[in-house]
């Protein structure tokens, strides 16, 4: 049987080819640790040297502003828990918005538990986090303003450059969740402004279980892990050689080939959206901000139906994800659209498509065709 087609690139991406060749020397041959003052110590040293190199040429920082991780979540949370223990003295107030992932919301709830209060700002209907509520929330003792680049399940893009102009203006350091961001629209840590951005390496077509975060020279979180003096001291164990390479290799392709990526995508996320709204008409609604949203999501609304009604009749033919979980008759909407104020029998019914550079024409017409049918089943 064919495989379904795979519109979750949000979920993960699969390894772009090139990255699986810069690897293939790591996996069959250099097993040698970079710490190593011998021969086999050179190449690897120098292959995780380079991409830190290209990492920071993706981001437009100094090789020395990034350290490899295991992931987004592991960013995220030396990120927010570094500062929240680093700047202790200061103050022990965050404030991050609704919207987050889970890899910053139960970060934050943890630090509820060593006293840090977290203020959890609002978002408007397409998801976007107002700057001045942002300003509002700052008090004596707030210490870090977390918001994330783009939101993983409606793509919406939050105004980071004007929050951190804010976060700077009082002297609050900014980190941003930049996950889903990297490798599908261009994210500069300059020109945003910021101090610390995580980065998730599985949704750059690079493996899982490898992420980067960015810290701008002179920010000071406390060490992640502490043990050998390996990533300059950040992050104590032998470095993850083969993923750090693939994930330097996935940085390179997406600096090199971005503005042909976005319009790849781009045009087959807004050929998906058109196409469904032809054949349906009324009771589908987008999710999110039309213009301000990563080019490759599309979360959409089916009034009245259950996501994973729709997932049941499309799933050997589409692999998507649902905005909303049923579980023996009780739906739960996701956070991100109750945040929203998105109404419950659009919320339940709400998938997320998302687009990626292996998705084909063909296969945006096949999933138009295959949604419709459910949807009009369903429908009765
Ligand atoms: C916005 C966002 N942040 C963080 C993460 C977690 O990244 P990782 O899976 O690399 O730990 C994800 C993954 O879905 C994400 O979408």
Same mark, same amino acid.
């Given at each position: 049987?064919?495989? +379904?087609?795979?519109?979750?690139?949000?979920?993960?991406?699969?390894?772009?080819?090139?990255?699986?060749?810069?690897?293939?020397?790591?996996?069959?041959?250099?097993?040698?640790?970079?710490?190593?003052?011998?021969?086999?110590?050179?190449?690897? &040293?120098?292959?995780?040297?380079?991409?830190?190199?290209?990492?920071?040429?993706?981001?437009?920082?100094?090789?020395?502003?990034?350290?490899?991780?295991?992931?987004?979540?592991?960013?995220?949370?030396?990120?927010?828990?570094?500062?929240?223990?680093?700047?202790?003295?200061?103050?022990?107030?965050?404030?991050?918005?609704?919207?987050?992932?889970?890899?910053?919301?139960? @970060?934050?709830?943890?630090?509820?538990?060593?006293?840090?209060?977290?203020?959890? @700002?609002?978002?408007?209907?397409?998801?976007?986090?107002?700057?001045?509520? @942002?300003?509002?929330?700052?008090?004596?003792?707030?210490?870090?303003?977390?918001?994330?680049?783009?939101?993983?399940?409606?793509?919406?893009?939050? +105004?980071?450059?004007?929050?951190?102009?804010?976060?700077?203006?009082?002297?609050?350091?900014?980190?941003?969740?930049?996950? $889903?961001?990297?490798?599908?629209?261009?994210?500069?840590?300059?020109?945003?402004?910021?101090?610390?951005?995580?980065?998730?390496?599985?949704?750059?077509?690079?493996? &899982?279980?490898?992420?980067?975060?960015?810290?701008?020279?002179?920010? $000071? +979180?406390?060490?992640?892990?502490?043990?050998?003096?390996?990533?300059?001291?950040?992050?104590?164990?032998?470095?993850? @050689?083969?993923?750090?390479?693939?994930?330097?290799?996935?940085?390179?392709?997406?600096?090199?080939?971005?503005?042909?990526?976005?319009?790849?995508?781009?045009?087959?996320?807004?050929?998906?959206?058109?196409? #469904?709204?032809?054949?349906?008409?009324?009771?589908?609604?987008?999710?999110?901000?039309?213009?301000?949203?990563?080019?490759?999501?599309?979360? #959409?609304?089916?009034?009245?139906?259950?996501?994973?009604?729709?997932?049941?009749?499309?799933?050997?033919?589409?692999?998507?994800? +649902?905005?909303?979980?049923?579980?023996?008759?009780?739906?739960?909407?996701?956070?991100?659209?109750?945040?929203?104020?998105?109404?419950?029998?659009?919320?339940?019914?709400?998938?997320?498509?998302?687009?990626?550079?292996?998705?084909?024409?063909?296969?945006?017409?096949?999933?138009?065709?295959?949604?419709?049918?459910?949807?009009? &089943?369903?429908?009765?």
């Amino acid at each position: 049987m064919a495989q +379904p087609i795979y519109l979750d690139y949000n979920g993960t991406t699969p390894h772009a080819l090139e990255v699986i060749e810069a690897m293939r020397p790591f996996l069959e041959q250099e097993f040698g640790n970079p710490s190593s003052s011998h021969w086999y110590g050179i190449a690897p &040293k120098q292959a995780v040297e380079k991409a830190r190199r290209q990492v920071a040429g993706l981001l437009n920082c100094r090789p020395e502003e990034i350290v490899f991780t295991s992931g987004g979540t592991e960013s995220n949370n030396h990120a927010i828990k570094g500062i929240a223990q680093s700047r202790r003295e200061l103050g022990k107030h965050i404030i991050t918005s609704n919207i987050e992932h889970p890899a910053v919301l139960e @970060v934050c709830r943890a630090l509820a538990e060593d006293g840090v209060k977290t203020t959890y @700002v609002p978002v408007d209907r397409d998801g976007l986090v107002d700057p001045a509520e @942002v300003e509002k929330a700052i008090r004596p003792g707030t210490i870090l303003i977390s918001i994330m680049h783009s939101n993983n399940e409606v793509g919406t893009l939050q +105004p980071i450059t004007e929050i951190s102009t804010i976060a700077r203006r009082h002297g609050i350091t900014m980190h941003t969740d930049a996950a $889903q961001s990297v490798g599908k629209v261009e994210v500069d840590v300059r020109a945003l402004g910021i101090d610390l951005l995580s980065v998730a390496g599985h949704k750059l077509y690079a493996p &899982k279980g490898v992420g980067a975060l960015y810290i701008r020279q002179g920010v $000071q +979180p406390a060490k992640f892990c502490h043990g050998a003096g390996q990533e300059r001291g950040w992050r104590a164990g032998t470095e993850n @050689v083969l993923e750090i390479v693939g994930l330097g290799k996935a940085c390179e392709i997406a600096k090199r080939d971005l503005d042909g990526h976005i319009s790849h995508m781009r045009n087959l996320r807004d050929r998906l959206h058109r196409g #469904l709204l032809e054949t349906l008409g009324n009771g589908v609604a987008l999710n999110g901000h039309l213009e301000k949203r990563l080019p490759n999501t599309l979360s #959409l609304a089916f009034r009245g139906l259950a996501a994973n009604r729709i997932l049941e009749e499309i799933g050997l033919e589409i692999a998507a994800s +649902p905005g909303a979980a049923c579980h023996s008759d009780m739906v739960t909407i996701s956070h991100v659209l109750e945040a929203m104020g998105i109404d419950r029998e659009w919320a339940m019914g709400t998938l997320r498509f998302s687009v990626g550079r292996m998705t084909t024409a063909d296969q945006i017409e096949r999933a138009i065709t295959v949604v419709t049918a459910a949807i009009r &089943k369903l429908r009765g």
